[in-house]
């Protein structure tokens, strides 16, 4: 099945910095790649994604770029601001619209001070 | 529209003990998936259904049984209770309509067996 490795575990950052986090995927059929995050207590929230015909995908301060050879995929969060502050995970998955079974990765603990 | 909501919050089992969390959304998809996560970790998949009237095994299926009741309602049963299924369980739907892909989580059931 498939797997998802996810890098680093935590990371801190000052506010107005960059934010880099990036997933690696084994099965290469695998389409989707969605990020969630999620705010202590909450539910996962989907923040972007990314389908597997495109390299780059921008939401205002975020970004995920998808390298399909290597198998990797990366979120940016640009401008950090202390509400970014949260556990983030990537997903992976293959199918059809509307009925994936997602593979998420570990998570990232991402800190914002300020 | 209240998405996608689960009952109950909270729950505190016995080992052997059984019970049957529920799941209902009211976004009209035809997918539903139930999600473990543990601390620390990431999301698993448990079970999915792509559709009234079927279900699919995730990655980790021992020890759970499903029900898609009809399209608004999916349950996840757990038979006899074991430590091991301490968890934050969340329920999500999603649907390909309009070409939109995302997976929305219900707030999560907070499981304790002891």
């Known amino acids: 099945g498939e797997n998802v490795e996810q890098h680093p575990s935590t990371l801190s950052v000052q506010e107005g910095d960059s934010a880099v986090i990036k997933c690696t995927y084994s099965?290469?059929?695998?389409?989707?790649f969605p990020w969630y995050k999620q705010e202590l207590g909450k539910r996962p929230q989907l923040i972007i994604d990314?389908?597997?015909?495109?390299g780059e995908k921008k939401d205002q301060r975020i970004a995920v770029t998808l390298n399909k050879t290597a198998k990797h995929f990366s979120l940016h969060i640009t401008e950090t601001q202390p509400e970014d502050s949260a556990v983030y995970f990537c997903?992976?998955?293959?199918?059809?619209?509307?009925?994936?079974?997602?593979?998420f990765g570990s998570g990232t603990r991402l800190q914002v001070q300020p | 529209n209240a998405g996608v909501t689960q009952t109950p919050k909270f729950q505190v089992l016995k080992t052997g003990q059984s019970m049957t969390l529920q799941c209902a959304q009211d976004?009209?998809?035809?997918?539903m998936y139930w999600y473990r996560q543990d601390p620390g970790m990431g999301l698993r998949l448990i079970y999915y259904?792509?559709?009234?009237?079927?279900?699919d095994k995730g990655e980790v299926p021992n020890g759970y049984n499903v029900s898609r009741l009809n399209k608004r309602e999916f349950s996840l049963r757990l038979e006899s209770a074991a430590p091991s299924q301490t968890s934050v369980y969340f329920c999500?739907?999603?649907?390909?309509?309009?070409?939109?892909?995302?997976?929305?989580f219900g707030p999560g059931t907070r499981l304790t067996v002891l």
């Open positions: 999500a739907s999603s649907s390909s309509a309009g070409g939109i892909d995302t997976q929305y």
């Open positions: 099965d290469s059929a695998s389409n989707y």
């Open positions: 990314i389908r597997s015909n495109v």
């Open positions: 997903a992976a998955s293959k199918g059809d619209m509307g009925r994936r079974a997602l593979t």
């Open positions: 976004m009209n998809h035809n997918s």
């Open positions: 259904s792509a559709s009234e009237g079927t279900t």
